[in-house]
């Protein structure tokens, strides 16, 4: 298979017409050049010229079969392959498989006869960006077939004359980057009633005032790459048509914020991914805590608040979630002994559970009854249940270290009024100071020359340049001025 990329005339050979194409494999013979002259962009062997008589535009499902499964040299003539073409074919029968791709072939309709006789036990069906422009047409050619999984994707067909008819058996739909909106969902979803499978991926559906409902044994959604996906409380109320059985969501790469609580549940929602969204603080898992409890395995990748390398988000996460199991694919064990188990550094339950507990630990201390309180436990609504797990978190004393202890701000204050702060050990000598005076103002300072001001206002001399900071009781905001 191949796309057109170039239509007309070649140096060397001016008088004719070629057609410049790129396959889909690396079995052309340049990258889009002819005698130094570049005419499109490929990749390196999937560029070829052929005459116009070699393009297909149209093709049967039966000539498309024989193209993808079988060995027909006189097609191969038809479509321009040579003989020297790398070549993957399957050598089971078409009458044995039980999935079938025609994606990319220029098919312009299907054929019930044709399915029934060449690949009777075919049950996943994909004709994706082929040219067949109608489900009417779909319907007649797979209904009463083993079909049950089908795949019409980068194409949008019509649904004319579908106002009264349904794909019975098809209880799998992959539509990926096709264009559908929301009200091509409203007539799509009447259409498809027994899916358990549906993949939307990569379409324009927003939700907003949403008049398509969910086939009601829906377990498998994919509604990832739908930008205009931004408010949770119309994802949440769409699935609530499938809350009993719902197990599986994808809504990555959309432009959700934030998760806020609601009154429909999900008990058999295990796995769900939510990377690549604008989720704008990690209370929002709180609320996924409740609304999707049953959650076992979860993604969060590509969200500016958890951080590809930010660990204690990532705790947050663990412990705001109590059935998690994987983030991010990550196996969460129970313990340290658990982890050590599994050869790997993994983040444990526990110790992410008493990391929340102590981040958290001096705005639990310093609350009173009132509002506040209310608010802490509202939107960190494991708290008790975890302090009573695992007992009181420890408050956090923020200590200085030996060198912040040793260390001071003082102003140096110049003739002209000019002040600069600095930052010195207590162990600094004056007459070091003094250098600093000459470096930093020009102004030669001699022994006995250089006074402290204290934050009371009382005035100090400094007249021996041996002394250090800490012998004359200099503080942090104290200002050394000269009298010179």
Same mark, same amino acid.
């Not at 049953?294 to 705001?320: F, K, M, P, Y």
């Not at 313990?335 to 050590?340: C, E, F, I, K, R």
């Not at 992410?352 to 705005?363: S, V």
């Given at each position: 298979?191949?796309?057109?990329?170039?239509?007309?005339?070649?140096?060397?050979?001016?008088?004719? #017409?070629? $057609?410049?194409?790129?396959?889909?494999?690396?079995?052309?013979?340049?990258?889009?050049?002819? +005698?130094?002259?570049?005419?499109?962009?490929?990749?390196?062997?999937?560029?070829?010229?052929?005459?116009?008589?070699?393009?297909?535009?149209?093709?049967?499902?039966?000539?498309?079969?024989?193209?993808?499964?079988?060995?027909?040299?006189?097609?191969?003539?038809?479509?321009?392959?040579?003989?020297?073409?790398?070549?993957?074919?399957?050598?089971?029968?078409?009458?044995?498989?039980?999935?079938?791709?025609?994606?990319?072939?220029?098919?312009?309709?299907?054929?019930?006869?044709?399915?029934? /006789?060449?690949?009777?036990?075919? !049950?996943?069906?994909?004709?994706?960006?082929?040219?067949?422009?109608?489900?009417?047409?779909?319907?007649?050619?797979?209904?009463?077939?083993?079909? !049950?999984?089908?795949?019409?994707?980068?194409?949008?067909?019509?649904?004319?004359?579908?106002?009264? %008819?349904?794909?019975?058996?098809?209880?799998?739909?992959?539509? #990926?980057? #096709?264009?559908?909106?929301?009200?091509?969902?409203?007539?799509?979803?009447?259409?498809?009633?027994?899916?358990?499978?549906?993949?939307?991926?990569?379409?324009?559906?927003?939700?907003?005032?949403?008049?398509?409902?969910?086939?009601?044994?829906?377990?498998?959604?994919?509604?990832?790459?739908?930008?205009?996906?931004?408010?949770?409380?119309?994802?949440?109320?769409?699935?609530?048509?499938?809350?009993?059985?719902?197990?599986?969501? *994808?809504?990555?790469?959309?432009?959700?914020? *934030?998760?806020?609580?609601?009154?429909?549940?999900?008990?058999?929602?295990? /796995?769900? $991914?939510?990377?690549?969204?604008?989720?704008?603080?990690?209370?929002?898992?709180?609320?996924?805590?409740?609304?999707?409890?049953?959650?076992?395995?979860?993604?969060?990748?590509?969200?500016?608040?958890?951080?590809?390398?930010?660990?204690? =988000?990532?705790?947050? $996460?663990?412990?705001?979630?109590?059935?998690? %199991?994987?983030?991010?694919?990550?196996?969460?064990?129970?313990?340290?002994?658990?982890?050590?188990?599994?050869?790997?550094?993994? +983040?444990?339950?526990?110790?992410?559970?008493?990391?929340?507990?102590?981040?958290?630990? +001096?705005?639990?201390?310093?609350?009173?009854?009132?509002?506040?309180?209310?608010?802490?436990?509202?939107?960190?609504?494991?708290?008790?249940?975890?302090?009573?797990?695992?007992?009181?978190?420890?408050?956090?004393?923020?200590?200085?270290?030996?060198?912040?202890?040793?260390?001071?701000?003082?102003?140096?204050? =110049?003739?002209?009024?000019? #002040? $600069?702060?600095?930052?010195?050990?207590?162990?600094?000598?004056?007459?070091?100071?003094?250098?600093?005076?000459?470096?930093?103002?020009?102004?030669?300072?001699?022994?006995? /020359?250089?006074?402290?001001?204290?934050?009371?206002?009382?005035?100090?001399?400094?007249?021996?340049?041996?002394?250090?900071?800490?012998?004359?009781?200099?503080?942090?905001?104290?200002?050394?001025? =000269?009298?010179?």
């Amino acid at each position: 298979m191949a796309t057109v990329a170039y239509v007309g005339a070649i140096e060397g050979r001016p008088e004719d #017409c070629w $057609i410049g194409i790129v396959y889909v494999e690396p079995i052309g013979k340049h990258d889009g050049t002819h +005698n130094g002259k570049r005419y499109f962009e490929c990749a390196q062997n999937f560029g070829s010229f052929v005459k116009p008589s070699k393009i297909v535009e149209e093709m049967s499902l039966e000539e498309a079969l024989i193209a993808q499964y079988e060995r027909n040299t006189e097609l191969e003539e038809k479509v321009g392959a040579m003989n020297s073409s790398a070549l993957f074919l399957i050598e089971t029968p078409t009458t044995e498989l039980r999935s079938v791709s025609i994606t990319d072939f220029p098919v312009v309709s299907l054929s019930r006869e044709t399915i029934l /006789q060449k690949t009777p036990k075919c !049950r996943h069906l994909d004709i994706s960006n082929t040219k067949i422009t109608s489900w009417k047409q779909v319907h007649e050619s797979v209904e009463v077939t083993e079909i !049950r999984e089908l795949t019409a994707s980068r194409m949008k067909l019509n649904s004319a004359g579908m106002e009264n %008819l349904a794909f019975q058996s098809i209880d799998s739909l992959i539509l #990926c980057n #096709c264009d559908y909106d929301d009200e091509d969902l409203a007539l799509l979803s009447a259409m498809f009633p027994n899916l358990k499978k549906l993949n939307l991926s990569g379409n324009r559906l927003s939700l907003k005032e949403s008049k398509w409902n969910l086939p009601g044994n829906l377990t498998f959604l994919d509604l990832s790459d739908n930008k205009e996906i931004n408010s949770w409380e119309e994802l949440v109320n769409l699935l609530s048509k499938v809350q009993l059985s719902l197990e599986d969501l *994808n809504i990555s790469n959309c432009s959700l914020r *934030n998760i806020t609580s609601h009154e429909a549940r999900f008990p058999k929602l295990t /796995q769900m $991914i939510l990377s690549g969204n604008l989720i704008d603080n990690l209370e929002c898992f709180s609320n996924l805590n409740v609304v999707m409890e049953s959650l076992t395995h979860l993604s969060v990748n590509n969200i500016s608040t958890v951080g590809e390398d930010n660990d204690d =988000s990532r705790q947050e $996460i663990i412990a705001r979630m109590e059935n998690l %199991l994987y983030l991010n694919r990550s196996f969460i064990p129970a313990t340290d002994a658990d982890s050590l188990s599994t050869g790997a550094k993994l +983040n444990t339950r526990r110790g992410a559970e008493i990391d929340y507990l102590n981040r958290k630990a +001096n705005e639990w201390y310093a609350l009173t009854p009132g509002p506040s309180s209310e608010q802490f436990y509202k939107t960190n609504p494991r708290w008790k249940e975890l302090v009573k797990k695992l007992g009181e978190p420890v408050q956090q004393v923020k200590m200085a270290t030996t060198m912040e202890s040793k260390m001071l701000k003082i102003n140096l204050k =110049s003739k002209s009024g000019e #002040c $600069i702060e600095k930052e010195l050990i207590k162990t600094t000598k004056i007459k070091l100071i003094q250098v600093m005076f000459k470096k930093l103002f020009k102004e030669k300072v001699k022994d006995g /020359q250089l006074n402290l001001l204290d934050d009371c206002g009382r005035v100090f001399a400094l007249d021996k340049s041996d002394s250090t900071l800490d012998d004359v009781n200099a503080a942090t905001g104290d200002t050394i001025f =000269s009298s010179t």
